[in-house]
């Protein structure tokens, strides 16, 4: 039934009827304006929930375990700082316990137990007697019935030294001459670099894969100044020296009887040409199984123009006649 209707053959004032009319045509507004946002919203709640699903397949993409762009030890940095926080906040919490109770005073470890230090580690010790022989209690004196040995691990960092070499100079009179000792042979010739200096900084480049220029403020920190190009000069002659050791480790690979080869193909810049050529990073290393001691040995090559690049025996084969041509090739190869 119409309200409308109602009201105006109900004879009412004129001015109720259009204040009625009004309200009605508001609340209709209202209504549809309601209708309109409830849309919007639920439009809004979708797009949400979607983005929220897209997010979580990115990152079980990203982060995921079988995830080849996210290692296992990029994964462990989370797990680092877990730990750290973890330990953090028990510091936080737990009281120091008081080291004068002895035994009684030790705080029981939740963890498992801790790996035995190396025996082969030096061991520096230090002696903790009590501060008077004799029984607090009844003066008498003590007797040692047993010792309580606890170890630490320590370190010490990179220490800098100097060695100087001094060679007296002794002259003979009669016949005019002056004799000193020869001169040690040097990794450097005329470089201020000891062989222990020269295997830290080779150590730390490509072992713990630290840059020069942080080796350089490891230097700095101490008062010795390494500049980077000096340590890149190093770097170059340290593998000019050791090259005939790299050679000798190949030879002894190739008397392996398995021999494991990986390539890496990588595209080099050729600038006579003005583009790019084919060439190879390898690795060939010996099987775990062969008695002696595991070699692996890196190879850097620019094929020719008739090497087979997809042939994984070829490029074992060429390994073998790159370093030594008379290697017999019944060699076995593992791939």
């Not at 209202?30 to 983005?51: C, G």
């Not at 990029?74 to 680092?80: S, T």
């Not at 030879?251 to 392996?256: D, G, N, P, Q, V």
């Not at 790159?322 to 090739?329: G, I, K, N, W």
Request: a negative charge; hydrophobic letters at 40%.
């Amino acid at each position: 039934m119409d309200l409308l209707n109602e009201l105006t053959r109900a004879n009412h004032d004129p001015a109720v009827i259009a204040k009625v009319r009004a309200l009605m045509e508001q609340s209709v507004r209202a209504e549809q304006m309601l209708a309109k946002n409830s849309a919007a919203l639920a439009e809004k709640d979708f797009k949400i929930a979607a983005l929220t699903l897209e997010l979580a397949y990115y990152r079980r993409i990203k982060f995921g375990q079988k995830s080849e762009s996210f290692s296992g030890e990029q994964r462990e940095l989370f797990d680092e700082t877990v730990n750290t926080d973890l330990a953090a906040t028990e510091a936080e919490l737990v009281p120091p316990a008081d080291t004068g109770e002895g035994e009684a005073g030790k705080r029981k470890r939740s963890r498992a137990g801790r790996q035995p230090l190396p025996a082969d580690l030096p061991r520096v010790e230090h002696r903790h007697e009590p501060e008077s022989c004799q029984c607090a209690a009844c003066g008498q004196g003590l007797v040692m019935i047993g010792e309580d040995i606890s170890e630490q691990l320590d370190v010490e960092p990179a220490r800098f030294f100097v060695h100087r070499h001094i060679r007296p100079q002794y002259a003979c009179r009669a016949c005019e001459t002056v004799i000193a000792a020869a001169v040690p042979p040097a990794t450097i010739d005329g470089g201020m670099a000891a062989p222990g200096l020269l295997a830290w900084v080779a150590v730390s480049k490509y072992t713990d894969h630290l840059p020069l220029y942080r080796i350089e403020q490891i230097g700095a920190r101490q008062g010795v100044p390494l500049a980077r190009s000096t340590l890149a000069e190093w770097i170059g002659k340290i593998g000019v020296a050791l090259q005939p050791l790299g050679e000798r480790l190949a030879e002894l690979l190739k008397e392996r009887p398995c021999l494991h080869a990986d390539e890496t193909p990588v595209r080099q810049l050729d600038p006579g040409e003005g583009k790019t050529r084919h060439a190879y990073l390898w690795a060939y290393r010996s099987n775990d199984l062969d008695e002696g001691p595991r070699i692996v040995v890196f190879d850097y090559l620019i094929p020719c123009s008739n090497f087979d690049h997809h042939s994984p025996v070829r490029k074992v084969v060429n390994f073998c006649e790159f370093h030594a041509p008379t290697v017999p090739l019944s060699t076995t190869i593992a791939t």
